[in-house]
């Protein structure tokens, strides 16, 4: 049994009473039986919690910063009116915080034998899956002075999916993809490139791509066109270790690296390619493989919805076996990891040539855009020496690179809003050299 805030207010003015108009014993215990056993009927005449039945319907995934509904539908299969207060329990995280209260509480009137559905907002602040916790119904009288509480398990998942900020960027590149198929060979040039088809031959074209065969047969001079190669292989590969987990800006940097994998995902499929993911610090936390054009950014993206970074130093030979053993045939192998020169030296670049060896290497790294803050501080003492330390932090960064790029590697280092469409940048440009 649960008293009410009208109950209190009731006992009051009912003591008031006793103390003016029967100052005894004998008139408390009246007036108080007399509210006993109000308060009793009251509560009786509330309608049952534990017979109350509960289905859910609504979303099952939502993209991070978006909203999604869930409904949940209360059917009251007794024979007395259900006024009561209900709520809808989930984790903190489900809401901005200060908003769970009214999001959440519901009120609830429903007649013998009918049913009402309630909807409750959820606005998720983290990836991964968001489980119900529990329905807290509190069941009052008519007279609002007692009432039945009771809790009812009523499971629901809502998996929060990457947000792909990044996506706004695809079009543009889809615009390069699409342009990339119309060169001639003049811009195209490659020992990876794959033969399209013939035309007429034009002045400007280079002699070098005359087919002599083709023009033996015909009364003009014909040239060989060539695409970008279709149906090659990239591996992403996730770094989830403690590196990762550092925040840039507003967000982790395995975050900013999930956004990039996923604008590179659609782009390398609408291009024709087979994307893979692999994310790996000690063991595989995530993998995705051998999935058609069309499942696998779906794929990647459930697979990303449940990364988290782990506080644990990455084992790159690990890593590298790993990558190893998930692409067996020659592929494109993007990397997504720190660029701390620790963090390359002692691991990344003693095993970087067993990667190189067999496949083109990418590795990108998300750099702070406070750093570039920092580098144009002038003015103050204080904001010399910031602008010192940012430059030598630069500057180690680019020596890193180097090092990585005297293995054949090309880098990308950029901010989180920029690294996404720049890993996509890289990638078309390696596809138009026929380097993949």
């Not at 570039?372 to 010399?384: D, I, K, N, P, Y």
Request: proline fraction near 5%; include cysteine; glycine fraction near 6%.
């Amino acid at each position: 049994m649960a008293l009410t805030g009208r109950t209190a207010l009731v006992a009051a003015l009912c003591s008031l009473l006793v103390g003016i108009s029967i100052p005894s014993w004998t008139g408390i215990f009246a007036v108080d039986g007399l509210l006993v056993v109000v308060i009793l009927c009251d509560y009786a005449l509330a309608a049952p919690v534990r017979k109350l039945q509960f289905t859910r319907t609504g979303d099952t995934s939502v993209r991070l910063g978006e909203s999604a509904d869930v409904h949940l539908t209360v059917t009251n299969v007794s024979g007395r009116r259900l006024r009561a207060g209900l709520r809808d329990a989930w984790p903190p995280s489900s809401w901005h915080a200060g908003t769970e209260q009214r999001a959440s509480r519901h009120e609830l009137d429903v007649p013998p034998g009918e049913r009402r559905r309630l909807t409750t907002h959820l606005r998720p602040t983290r990836r991964g899956d968001r489980h119900a916790e529990r329905v807290t119904v509190r069941s009052f009288g008519p007279l609002g002075l007692a009432a039945r509480q009771g809790n009812h398990e009523v499971p629901w998942t809502v998996r929060v999916l990457p947000p792909f900020t990044s996506r706004k960027h695809l079009p543009s590149r889809l615009a390069r993809l699409r342009e990339l198929d119309g060169r001639t060979s003049v811009m195209l040039r490659g020992e990876g490139t794959e033969f399209d088809s013939l035309r007429a031959y034009v002045p400007g074209d280079d002699t070098r791509s005359i087919d002599w065969r083709a023009t033996a047969r015909q009364s003009s001079v014909a040239v060989r066109t060539w695409r970008p190669e279709r149906d090659r292989h990239i591996l992403i590969v996730l770094d989830t270790g403690r590196t990762s987990a550092g925040r840039v800006g507003d967000v982790p940097r395995l975050d900013a690296a999930m956004d990039a994998s996923l604008l590179l995902t659609a782009l390398a499929s609408r291009a024709g390619d087979r994307v893979g993911l692999l994310a790996y610090d000690r063991r595989t936390r995530a993998q995705v493989q051998r999935r058609t054009t069309a499942d696998v950014l779906p794929a990647m993206v459930n697979a990303l919805a449940l990364l988290e970074p782990e506080l644990v130093e990455t084992d790159a030979r690990g890593l590298a076996s790993a990558t190893l053993k998930n692409a067996p045939r020659r592929s494109l192998v993007v990397l997504l990891t720190s660029l701390d020169a620790a963090a390359v030296e002692e691991g990344l670049l003693p095993v970087l040539p067993q990667l190189t060896q067999r496949h083109t290497v990418l590795v990108a790294a998300v750099a702070d855009p406070h750093i570039e803050e920092m580098s144009a501080a002038r003015g103050t003492l204080e904001g010399v020496y910031e602008a010192a330390a940012a430059a030598q932090t630069q500057a180690q960064r680019r020596r890193t690179a180097e090092q990585l790029q005297r293995h054949g590697v090309t880098v990308v280092d950029a901010i989180p809003e920029k690294l996404a469409p720049a890993l996509a940048d890289a990638y078309l440009a390696l596809k138009a050299a026929g380097r993949l």
